[in-house]
């Protein structure tokens, strides 16, 4: 035991001290509001290059679920320039790529280039985002494929759940709605719609142009004035008020026809840029993070109740969440769902120990190092956290505060957000 405690201690030191990132950022919003961010990293031979919008939870109303999304696909679709063939084929003259997608948490357009052809890749992104034609024909493709990729996340069981169960734990509060949004409102939409979403979220003051790579940052800095800078500076526009979030903390059994039984136990906790978000993350690891997590050993290795098992607490502003799931023989329903609420009461009545403290401390900085391997991801994190009002560099400074997490903390998160969960059980028709 002891020996694999000072393993987890040493794997956490080597890796808490490898977290940040080596080249340095360079941060400037110009004068009508846009925020550029350069990552100048030599000798990698590309360039990633990201602009995203600050989403607030009121940008996309329950009414209008699924619009960002559809939006930041139909863009992809052509500009004023260029149809939407001609995009795909000047993305792949500059040896990378150019994609978008949206929610009601984040906005993004990416692309990938060969280092030389960075600027080339840093206007083909302005373009889309400034002069989309959102040409109704395509606009009716994207449609098309959104409320085909609806009907196969519904046709999954366990994201069947997981989409009921965010909308028992927000209710109302936007967050509730699918990722992909509502059939019923993706079939209404209109290009009228979309070109004033397109307005509201497009402002200067909303963009963050993240970049990451083998470019020079001064150089980077002028190309990005000239292609944003000209926006004009608009005034603070009114954001609507979201309903609040209200879980039901209902227990909730729906049968479909399925191989497996699937259970999901949901809590809203406190979300990013909060003090006790690094705790809450602590804890999640804990209890699912990877196959030594205790839902694992104890449900999976031990009783072998569970197909898989595990947590999920993905970045989130407040409102987030945390979420206990487990996939299992139908007939095994009932001893799963109450292993797993077991569980979750013991770390709640009785904490967690050294050993799992250090185990879930190296499991969450390991992962976020290795999510940062490539330019994509360190602009990805740049533009996400910037765009999320935390600041470009908050992943270091989570990383830091995952470290000074004590038993204590945890078990407080435990108490404070454990207590009345939200459940979805998924149970196999006939069982």
């Not at 360079?26 to 550029?36: E, I, K, S």
């Not at 989309?132 to 046709?155: C, F, H, T, V, Y």
């Not at 963009?207 to 150089?219: F, I, Q, T």
Request: net charge positive; with cysteine.
């Amino acid at each position: 035991m002891r020996a694999r405690l000072a393993l987890c201690a040493a794997l956490l030191a080597a890796l808490g001290s490898a977290t940040g990132a080596v080249a340095e950022v360079r941060r400037v919003v110009l004068a009508n509001g846009v925020t550029v961010l350069v990552r100048e990293e030599r000798g990698s031979g590309v360039v990633a290059a990201g602009l995203h919008v600050r989403m607030a939870p009121g940008d996309e109303t329950t009414e209008m679920a699924g619009i960002t999304n559809l939006l930041q696909r139909a863009m992809l679709r052509g500009t004023a320039r260029r149809p939407a063939q001609r995009i795909v084929e000047a993305a792949e003259e500059i040896g990378g790529g150019v994609d978008a997608s949206g929610d009601a948490v984040s906005a993004e357009i990416a692309g990938t280039a060969l280092a030389r052809h960075w600027e080339a890749l840093l206007e083909l992104i302005a373009e889309i985002a400034q002069t989309p034609s959102l040409p109704g024909n395509e606009i009716d493709k994207e449609r098309r494929l959104a409320l085909s990729r609806l009907q196969s996340r519904g046709d999954s069981p366990q994201a069947a759940a997981l989409d009921r169960l965010r909308a028992e734990l927000y209710g109302a509060h936007p967050y509730g709605a699918p990722p992909l949004g509502r059939r019923e409102v993706l079939e209404r939409l209109t290009r009228d719609d979309l070109v004033r979403h397109h307005a509201a979220l497009y402002r200067p003051d909303r963009l963050v142009l993240a970049m990451s790579g083998d470019l020079e940052r001064a150089r980077a800095l002028k190309v990005a004035e000239r292609l944003l800078g000209r926006l004009p500076a608009q005034a603070p526009a009114p954001r609507e008020t979201p309903a609040p979030a209200r879980p039901s903390r209902a227990r909730l059994v729906i049968e479909r026809p399925a191989q497996q039984a699937h259970i999901v136990v949901g809590y809203l906790v406190s979300g990013v840029g909060t003090d006790d978000y690094p705790a809450t993350r602590v804890l999640g690891a804990i209890l699912g993070g990877g196959t030594t997590g205790r839902l694992f050993v104890e449900l999976r290795e031990k009783l072998g109740l569970a197909y898989s098992v595990g947590v999920l607490a993905p970045w989130r502003l407040t409102p987030a969440y945390l979420v206990a799931y487990i996939a299992t023989a139908g007939d095994n329903a009932a001893s799963a769902e109450e292993r797993l609420r077991a569980e979750i009461a013991r770390i709640r009545n009785a904490g967690a120990t050294d050993f799992e403290l250090a185990r879930a401390k190296a499991y969450l900085t390991g992962t976020l190092l290795l999510d940062r391997r490539t330019n994509a991801r360190h602009t990805w994190h740049l533009g996400f956290f910037e765009a999320a009002g935390v600041g470009w560099d908050y992943p270091d400074r989570y990383a830091r505060a995952v470290e000074a997490v004590t038993l204590e903390s945890v078990q407080r998160a435990a108490q404070q957000h454990l207590v009345e969960p939200t459940t979805v059980v998924l149970q196999p028709t006939g069982r």
